[in-house]
Nanobody, 120 residues
Framework: QVHLVESGGGLVQAGDSLRLSCAASGGSFTYMGWFRQAPGKEREHVAV????????YYRNSVKGRFTISADNAKNTVFLQMNSLKYEDTAVYYC???????????????WGQGTQVTVSS
């Protein structure tokens, strides 16, 4: 059984940083990444990383501010978020799959979500 355990959310001020972590157990996956969902909005992908090449993909609005990385040995994916903005406020979800999760419909497993709140 696959489990995704997330950590690292919280309340910060605009311009601050946060680091999210997601540890996956029960399987290995080609794609690991992060999505977010703000109130009243659809869930959107934020950053994705592939195994084993560790190639990252980012949505345009976070390029240059967020960095996704992975510890393949520990099946863990991280999201370093710098220069946070009010509009980054959302519940962030870890996602894994053996299909390309830049398309939400390809996500096979979701984490429980962690709240990130950025005050302006």
């Amino acid at each position: 059984q696959v489990h995704l355990v997330e950590s690292g959310g919280g309340l910060v001020q605009a311009g601050d940083s946060l680091r999210l972590s997601c540890a996956a157990s029960g399987g290995s996956f080609t794609y690991m990444g992060w999505f977010r969902q703000a109130p009243g909005k659809e869930r959107e992908h934020v950053a994705v990383i592939t195994w084993p090449t560790n190639t990252p993909y980012y949505r345009n609005s976070v390029k240059g501010r967020f960095t996704i990385s992975a510890d393949n040995a520990k099946n863990t994916v991280f999201l370093q978020m710098n220069s946070l903005k009010y509009e980054d406020t959302a519940v962030y979800y870890c996602a894994v799959s053996n299909r390309d999760i830049r398309s939400t419909m390809n996500v096979e497993y979701w984490g429980q979500g962690t709240q990130v709140t950025v005050s302006s």
